[in-house]
């Protein structure tokens, strides 16, 4: 007698195909799109898991981070987003106050779905957000002076103002004296 | 340092012409005259002039799943004739990137008026899901009243987001299978992946061993799996087999980023699965267990 392996049942593959799994994350950083950051610099940005795409049910999103635990953290765990929904995760990315501009590190944050079957061979969903940081240099704007605050024009009318006055009094003076000496 | 002396050089020449113009006046006798410049203004000369693009250049948006996203902004028109030689119903913008359709709205909405020269719109753009992440330029124009001269902004852009978004189904893969046997496909594949993002890029799969929902000590292991993109190659040698836990890339496969409502896959992909070797193993129930499941990633 030949042994027969059963792997998931008739009645599962029914049951999981009535049931539509839509989930999404999106992200304001990508592989070719990477975040600069300058050292000592932390910065919050979000994760933006979505439940739309005529959902029926609430998932559960999984959230590990795989890769660029050194500056980037996030809070770990399942996250459950309501049909026809959507939830911002919020990760914080902190750049060493002594890390090299030009560094680069890679940040990776999965976040899965289980099958909704709960048996058989279940099929979840998995999206990867990956995207690079760049050490880059403060820029002169983000050390902001005082100076570069004043509009140049100011300046430009405060000069013009003075010459002006000062060529005034001097043909004023010049004025005076020409007629005392007639 | 040349600009302040050309500029005091024009401001002491204006003065001294000034200042010995009225003081060498005087009183003639006769009846005074001198010429009189006299300007007419006719109203609507002036082009209008598109300014002040609100709420998209600090701003980066996400798409939204299998649907759209509607950009709110707000522009400002100024015109030196006066807001009422601004065509009001004229002000159109448009986003635009290399390579993807045009997304517009042809008529942006009169607000109020912010002073005598200029008025307050808002525009609204639906961007879709499919639209491809990255910078988008914007463009926003009016017409004038007057000479109806059409002007252009052009200088804004904005950030569309990555959105890595999937529907797949079914949600569970069945296999029944004979011990000893080789290159049995699934009995409900394929598996559909609907991309309603805008990643383009692979697909993994991550698959998991496989043990006897009954005797779990027993085991298939998934390196017998293999999958492939289309049917009749889930069996063959160029198949990619799966590994334990380990993200694999599948073959020639593709996100396909685009509209689905246009048919014909796009938008879409599938898979096929195979057992390339069914080991000799005990005839029970083999799962991924209550709370695991092979995963289909971007």
């Known amino acids: ?182 | 340092m040349t600009f302040y002396l050309v500029a005091a050089i024009l401001v002491m020449g204006l003065a001294l012409i000034t200042l010995n113009y009225t003081t060498s006046r005087g009183i003639t006798g006769f009846a005074s005259s001198q010429p009189t410049n006299v300007s007419v203004t006719v109203s609507g000369t002036n082009p209008v002039n598109v300014y002040n693009i609100s709420n998209l250049s600090v701003s980066s948006f996400n798409p939204t799943e299998d649907s759209v996203t509607q950009i709110i902004f707000y522009v400002s028109v100024n015109d030196s004739d006066g807001v009422s030689d601004i065509n009001t119903t004229s002000v159109s913008a448009n986003f635009t990137k290399v390579g993807e359709g045009l997304r517009y709205n042809s008529s942006c909405v009169y607000l109020a008026n912010i002073n005598a020269y200029s008025a307050n719109f808002s525009c609204t753009i639906a961007m879709w899901y499919f639209d491809s992440s990255g910078v988008w330029n914007v463009s926003v124009s009016a017409t004038d009243l007057g000479n109806l001269s059409f002007r252009q902004n052009l200088t804004t852009n904005f950030t569309f987001n990555q959105l890595k978004a999937m529907i797949s189904t079914p949600n569970s893969l069945s296999f029944s299978v004979v011990p000893g046997t080789t290159n049995q496909s699934a009995s409900n594949d394929p598996t559909v992946i609907n991309n309603t993002g805008n990643f383009n890029g692979t697909v993994t799969i991550t698959g998991l061993n496989l043990y006897g929902a009954t005797d779990g000590t027993q085991k298939i292991d998934v390196a017998n799996f293999t999958v492939n993109r289309t049917t009749g190659g889930e069996c063959v040698s160029t198949s990619t087999p799966l590994v334990n836990g380990s993200a694999t890339s599948i073959a020639q496969s593709t996100s396909n980023r685009g509209n689905r409502s246009l048919g014909g896959g796009v938008g879409q992909e599938n898979f096929y699965y195979c057992m390339r070797a069914i080991p000799i193993v005990p005839s029970q129930a083999y799962t991924t267990g209550a709370t695991s499941s092979w995963t289909i990633s971007y």
């Open chain 1, 1 to 182: 007698m030949k042994n027969k392996i059963i792997l998931p049942g008739v009645l599962i593959a029914l049951m999981a195909i009535s049931f539509v799994s839509a989930f999404g994350v999106s992200s304001p950083y990508w592989e070719d799109h990477p975040m600069e950051a300058y050292p000592g610099q932390e910065t919050m940005i979000s994760l933006n898991l979505q439940n739309y795409a005529g959902a029926q049910e609430d998932i559960v999103g999984k959230v590990t981070i795989v890769e660029g635990s050194e500056i980037a953290s996030v809070k770990e765990g399942s996250y459950t987003v309501s049909a026809n929904s959507d939830l911002d995760i919020p990760v914080t990315v902190r750049i060493p106050s002594d890390a090299q501009v030009g560094t680069r590190y890679r940040v990776n944050i999965d976040v899965k779905t289980g099958s909704a079957s709960g048996s058989g061979v279940g099929i979840g969903t998995g999206m990867s957000t990956k995207f690079d940081v760049v050490v880059v240099e403060k820029s002169p704007e983000k050390a902001s002076t005082a100076t570069s605050k004043i509009n140049p024009y100011y300046i430009y009318i405060t000069l013009l103002l003075i010459i002006l006055v000062v060529v005034a009094i001097i043909y004023v003076r010049r004025k005076k004296v020409s007629r005392f000496s007639r």
